[in-house]
């Protein structure tokens, strides 16, 4: 395997202009990497095919990975995805965005390699070696199944559905590619739990990187101290300069709704593999239905005043039929499903009322109880109350924890300070079902079945005739 040092040699011969057999572009095309940002490029030459970049706010991390991507696409031919949180986010920061220095992202390809007009609305950029360079949403991973990259660039993956990552984990697992995760921490969620897990595996390579660690070609540093005071007399959280800034895992709580109320749970040991499903007693179900976005359902019991989240699912773009179908897979006898009451107006794909179609497959008109919905800051507020009661299986329910832990306030760039109202994300599906939960529950215990009955053979023989056993 070649040594950083040698791949350091090739970044050098990209800015000379070797690698495009054209000796009026070099590559990168419009930009000079600082120090440190030749790092990654010199980690990937020397054979390195997983890279974790923790660095800070302005550092330049979109512009490095940009071009890093364009570097390899001209290199070898191959498809190769950069991916932001959500697809809008990707064209308004990569497919129309300009660097601090004014140069539009889409200008570092050179015009002498591409083949044909960049395509705008599938934001894909063909060259002329036959590479196709595209940016993709992590909110939209799914409709790129069975393609087969060779190179990813995984932006602000702290912010991005963890899902991306397995999606797209095997295929280069599988064809050799390489794959470059860029962030600035948000909390100990699956990006510090990346960054914990791969740190001594030798395939990976880390480079965390402070305000106090670069510095301009000039020798001046890329934040200066002026710039952490501006931000503070603007109005920034200390513990979210520290998050942006000095890449703390600490950092992020001011903005999440739950994170405080998690990592309580987890020091009482009220997250564990223990908390499992109990065959005594039933079970309850609290929805988020979503139509173009996904589902999330959570599966809970009552014992005593205590409320055991054993079970978690997820999926998108299914009818009402999957889910059902799915809560009769399990184990379970369920007591009641609560969802929000706005579901009688949405369609699923089967184009029915999804209360009317779960009535219909459970021969339960009433399989449904429609929850009011509250206003989304009296809805927060149940789930705070409600927390301290809460265990969670953490296998099962992994997932809905994650969301859980991740949902957050919106952050206003323009007046630099947290809004009022959540950020849409993929952590809003388990967060807004959970929510459901809290506002439907009741203040009852169930110790025993009582008056809960279990389904007869019947009743199990026409479920399984739909399901299709």
Not at 207 to 216: H, I
């Amino acid at each position: 395997m070649p040594s950083p040092r040698r791949g350091r040699e090739r970044v050098q011969k990209y800015v000379e202009g070797d690698l495009t057999q054209n000796p009026d572009v070099k590559i990168p095309f419009q930009y000079t990497p600082r120090d440190y940002q030749v790092e990654p490029f010199a980690q990937l030459q020397a054979g390195k095919k997983r890279i974790g970049l923790v660095w800070h706010r302005r550092s330049g991390k979109d512009k490095t990975c940009w071009n890093l991507m364009i570097s390899e696409a001209v290199q070898k031919v191959g498809t190769y995805f950069y991916v932001l949180p959500l697809l809008n986010q990707g064209r308004k920061v990569i497919w129309q965005g300009r660097g601090k220095d004014g140069i539009r992202f889409i200008d570092h390809i050179p015009k002498a390699l591409l083949d044909g007009d960049p395509n705008s609305t599938e934001m894909l950029a063909r060259l002329y070696n036959g590479s196709i360079i595209q940016i993709l949403g992590a909110d939209n991973a799914d409709a790129y199944r069975g393609t087969n990259p060779i190179g990813f660039v995984f932006s602000e993956f702290a912010f991005c559905d963890p899902r991306i990552w397995n999606t797209f984990r095997p295929i280069l697992a599988e064809n050799g590619g390489w794959a470059v995760f860029n962030s600035t921490p948000f909390g100990k969620n699956h990006w510090f739990e990346l960054y914990q897990k791969t740190q001594s595996n030798p395939r990976w390579h880390w480079s965390f990187l402070t305000v106090d660690d670069t510095k301009n070609p000039d020798g001046s540093p890329v934040v200066s101290q002026e710039m952490l005071d501006e931000e503070r007399a603007s109005g920034m959280d200390e513990e979210f300069l520290q998050q942006e800034y000095y890449c703390s895992f600490t950092g992020s709580i001011r903005g999440t709704y739950y994170g405080r109320l998690i990592d309580e749970a987890e020091r009482e040991g009220r997250i564990g593999i223990s908390h499992q499903y109990d065959p005594v007693l039933p079970v309850y179900t609290a929805w988020d239905i979503g139509t173009r976005d996904a589902t999330a359902v959570w599966f809970y019991q009552k014992k005593g005043r205590g409320i055991y989240l054993i079970d978690y699912y997820e999926n998108s773009g299914e009818g009402v039929e999957h889910y059902i179908k799915y809560l009769y897979q399990q184990k379970y006898v369920y007591a009641k499903n609560y969802a929000p009451h706005d579901m009688k107006r949405r369609d699923f794909s089967s184009g029915k009322n999804a209360k009317d179609v779960a009535g219909e497959l459970t021969g339960k008109p009433g399989f449904f109880i429609l929850v009011p919905i509250l206003g989304v800051e009296d809805g927060i507020q149940a789930v705070r109350s409600l927390f301290p009661r809460c265990f969670f299986n953490s296998i099962k329910c992994k997932r809905g924890i994650d969301a859980l832990r991740d949902y957050h306030k919106k952050w206003d760039e323009t007046k630099r300070i947290f809004s009022a109202n959540p950020d849409h994300s993929w952590a809003s599906h388990g967060s807004d079902a959970f929510r459901i939960l809290a506002t439907s529950y009741e203040e009852t215990a169930d110790y025993r079945w009582g008056s809960i009955v279990r389904p007869t053979s019947r009743q199990i023989a026409s479920t399984s005739k739909w399901m299709g056993r």
